[in-house]
């Protein structure tokens, strides 16, 4: 795995906790490629749309026409299997949301090569939007691989920065999906049920 900056000028901290993440969670979460690229898309209308996200997971059946130059040139490579492209907004969060970003896509970059538990994951949801208290959540946000991956950032941040920081992060808002209380209970609930 090569972890990319563009340009190569900013803070080593997000280089190396970008590093450890993907250490932590192993092997079949690594890309060929992690790109920190703290250059700014917004107002660039002839790329994809995903450069004004916050993060994306890269594979080659996937468009590689309207993206930085740079960026095209490594998925060009034909060693590079999978991608992981970090945005300029996500290298500004603070090292908990930092290292929860990093978590998510990389658990993308799993679920691209391993099974994951999505019947588990469909069903918990499907039980939770039963209760009251989960009636609130946007459907668009409750789709198995994107709470697959919203459970890894939760349990890669609870084993890299403890528990306590962790329940902390969750209960101020901290989450750039939804920061409601109910999401972050979900996200609790099919952790518990699922892994």
């Given amino acids: 795995m090569r972890i990319i900056t563009n340009p ?6 997000k280089f190396d906790l970008c590093a450890k993440v993907a250490d932590f969670l192993g092997n079949d979460y690594k890309p060929t490629h992690i790109v920190l ?13 995903e450069f004004r996200d916050i993060a ?7 468009p590689r026409e309207n993206v930085p ?4 040139n490594i998925m060009d ?29 990389l658990r993308h970059v799993y679920q691209s090569r391993k099974e994951y538990p999505v019947k588990c994951i469909k069903d918990r949801i499907k039980k939770l939007r039963k209760e009251q208290h989960y009636k609130n959540l946007p459907s668009s946000l409750l789709n198995a691989s994107e709470i697959d991956a919203e459970v890894c950032g939760l349990t890669t941040i609870m084993e890299i920065f ?8 969750l209960s101020a808002g901290s989450l750039r999906r939804c920061p409601s209380e109910s999401y972050a209970k979900a996200l609790q609930d099919v952790a518990k049920e699922c892994y």
């Fill in 77 to 105: 490579d034909p060693k590079c299997n999978c991608l992981v492209w970090i945005s300029k907004k996500a290298l500004a969060f603070d090292d908990a949301l930092f290292a929860w970003v990093i978590a998510h896509e």
């Fill in 69 to 72: 130059i740079y960026l095209r």
């Fill in 162 to 169: 403890g528990r306590e920081k962790a329940i902390e992060f």
């Fill in 8 to 13: 190569d000028n900013f803070k080593e901290g």
């Fill in 56 to 62: 994306f997971a890269w594979t080659p059946d996937r």
């Fill in 37 to 49: 690229d703290n250059n700014s898309y917004e107002q660039n209308k002839n790329i994809l749309d």
